[in-house]
């Protein structure tokens, strides 16, 4: 099952070994509910009772039964980890089947695979974190540590950008962490109608209304690849150094441990040496149009 | 009143590095203006002389559809610098702008800019590379605001 990685180049951090889970672990539907028109989340929880720890970041493969496998992103609170939290866009037929289960319906999980956001290597920075669409899922857990350990951090913001009004995931939460003195909370909408009061513009347009140290800021990023460019030449003009921007990765993907290619992303494994990567390791390969 | 504003216009980041005889030209030819919510402060085709910056509020720039009705597509704060209509002839608006919540601004008077601006280049050239700044980033939302990232 080896011969066929050896494609990946030099830049390969880990070796993939057979001693990764491969065998789905099976988690009972607790709750799905709507968080926009397009989108859910699924609350599970382990049937053999083993909560799953994860890192903020991580993703698992869904196993839905007679349809397929797909790789999700956990969007749930890493310090809460009794319940195993997903939020999905239903887009295709394995999400599709996701949002019909049912409330003790049986669905297959490995994970959690890939790395984290670096929250550890911003401590002591001011933190930026701007979420694009479904992107702010990832970025949940991410936002749900650092609250819990503010102290350990400069200023924090949070900028969210949606198609529209109706798109903005999470609308509640955003609300609470918005009334916070120790956080900024900006959204901004692509299109709205007239009667929505908020602000209209892309998602960078917020970077120059927050106050943050370049030098000294970590940023994490999360959203469609063009949204999260565009944010990376912002940041960057603004002095933010290249090696402290962080983005998650998105690739087809079939085993999720470094094992099939699929994923491949120039010399990285986006399942394994991913999904969230420094801006320094795959800046040009993000320029590339066909990879 | 010139008094008063030229430590507000000083702190704009518009104005930022701007040397003191040319901010003293500026502050000559602005005013501090307030709209209430659901005021216009400029009109489609109408005389674009002035611009304004923001100081406290939000206003909305529309463009108006005649099978859809007025469209946002953009919305502006504090700090942000409103019209460049006023450097471009014919110099006439080509969208609305309308505030959403009370808003405070300062208003400079275009033409009177026209004219000093035709007397003294180097005044013109700090106008001009600002408003490019500002253009340029607008014209970066815009190609990204049409690629709709979000649809698929
Ligand atoms: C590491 C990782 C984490 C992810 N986390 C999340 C998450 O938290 N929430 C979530 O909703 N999705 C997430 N995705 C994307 C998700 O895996 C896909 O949307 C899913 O595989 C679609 O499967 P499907 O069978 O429903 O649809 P498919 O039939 O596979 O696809 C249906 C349509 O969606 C498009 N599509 C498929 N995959 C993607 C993709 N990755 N990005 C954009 N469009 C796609 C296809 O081109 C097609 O048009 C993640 C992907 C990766 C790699
Ligand atoms: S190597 Fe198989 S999905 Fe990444």
Redesign the interface.
Known sequence: MKTDIGTAGPGRQTEPTLDDPILPRMFQVRRIFSETADSFSCELQPSDGEVMHFSPGQFNMLYVFGVGEIPISISGNPDKPKLLVHTIRS?GPASKAIRRLKRGDLIGVRGPYGTGWPVKGAEGNDVVIVA??IGLAPLRPLIYRVLAEREKYGRVALLV???TPG?ILFQRQLERWRGRLDIDVLV?V?????S???????V??LI??IRFDPATTTAFVC??E??MR?TAMELEVRGVPTSNLHFSLERNMKCGIGLCGHCQLGPYFICKDGPVLGLDKIKKLMALREI | MHQTLEPIMAEQ?FLKGLDAEHLQLLVGCASNVRYEAGQYLLRESEEANQFYIIRHG?V?I?VYTPNR???????L???DVLGWSWLVPPYNWRFDARA??LTRAIVLDGKCLRGKCEQDYQLGYELLSRFLQIIE?RL??TR??L??????
């Open positions: 887009v694009g669409g950008g949606a198609r798109d901004t692509d299109k709205a109608p007239r929505w009061r908020g602000n209209v513009g892309v960078t347009s120059p209304k959203g469609p063009v949204m565009f | 980041p939000r909305a529309e009705g007025p469209i946002v597509i953009e919305t704060g504090e700090g959403i919540e980033r970066q939302a990204l605001q690629l709709d990232v979000y649809k698929d």
